[in-house]
């Protein structure tokens, strides 16, 4: 029988609090490609689920030596789980996920496989290289183009432009989290403030691209953005000392917000399901860290 210490290794190495933020990418690119098609939906829910579960397993067995010297709270480390079966685990992931894409057709497949490639690439290197977060943002991004793929009008300029949003939200709360495993004396002076610009990007996006009466909705969801991630940036811009991951964890709930926002044209009714991705999100993270 499987213990409760290993069962929480396996949702802690899936970082799996974030789970309902990679369900509102999908609902939304879904949405920006068309919709109409629901058996579609829920084998991108599938893939992209265990593409992100996959990539979070990989992230802690490339990043094993760096989390036995900085982050020995991780379940490797730990001894929760042995390094092996985190690499079995985490490569069975991510060929479920990309099957699951390839199920609804080849083309969502063959995009499914770019970003497979690029979650790999950004866990091999990115504690190598400085714009890892860069990578990061691009796997967001593809899963808007994965899910509109599977719409009745396929990739739009309407998901790959609020992909790209959404994209540059997560490197700018990417570039933060990098900050996380530090001593809270070093976190202030590792602090990029330009990335944090890039949180807002969503929020100009919108307004621009949403005239007459779309714009209305595009600032009251704008302003719930700006206002949470401002709440969250408060726990490592202005408090004596900084919790960085405190912050990236409510930036990363937030995402769920630039979702909404993308698809702000829709009816109200839409709005409940992404608050509730919010929320349970939220919910999640005082069971499972996010980070």
């Known amino acids: 029988m499987m213990s409760l210490r290993f069962l929480r290794a396996l949702l802690v190495l899936g970082r799996v609090s974030n789970l309902p933020t990679v369900w509102s990418n999908c609902l939304a690119g879904w949405l920006l490609g068309g919709d109409t098609n629901y058996r579609s939906l829920g084998f991108v829910l599938a893939g992209a689920t265990l593409l992100y579960i996959g990539g979070m397993f990989l992230n802690d067995a490339f990043d094993v030596e760096f989390d036995r010297a900085h982050r020995t709270e991780r379940p490797i480390p730990m001894g929760a789980i042995s390094v092996g079966t985190v690499w079995l685990f985490g490569l069975a992931w991510l060929l479920l996920g990309a099957g699951c894409l390839f199920w609804v057709d080849s083309g969502t497949g063959l995009i499914g496989l770019a970003l497979l490639l690029c979650i790999v690439i950004y866990d091999w290197l990115h504690k190598r290289i400085s ?9 967001r991004m593809l899963v808007y183009v994965v899910a509109a793929s599977s719409g009745a009008q396929g990739v739009t300029g309407w998901a790959v432009w609020s992909g ?27 602090l990029r403030y330009w990335p944090l610009l890039l949180l807002v990007t969503p929020v100009v996006l919108a307004f621009l691209l949403n005239a007459g009466d779309y714009r209305q909705g595009s600032l009251l969801i704008g ?36 979702d909404w926002l993308a ?22 993270q005082k069971f499972v860290p996010a980070t």
């Open 131 to 139: 714009f890892g977060p860069f990578i990061m943002g691009a796997c």
């Open 223 to 258: 302003a719930i953005l700006v206002i949470w991630a401002t709440k969250s940036l408060r726990y490592t811009l202005w408090a004596g000392v900084p919790a960085v991951g405190r912050t990236v964890s409510g930036l990363l709930a937030g995402i769920v917000l630039v």
């Open 263 to 284: 698809v702000c044209y829709l009816p109200r009714d839409w709005g409940f399901i992404f608050i509730g991705c919010f929320l349970g999100a939220l919910l999640f």
């Open 164 to 190: 790209l949003a959404l994209g540059l939200y997560v490197v700018g709360l990417s570039y933060l989290a990098r900050g996380e495993s530090r001593p809270a004396p070093e976190q202030s002076g590792l």
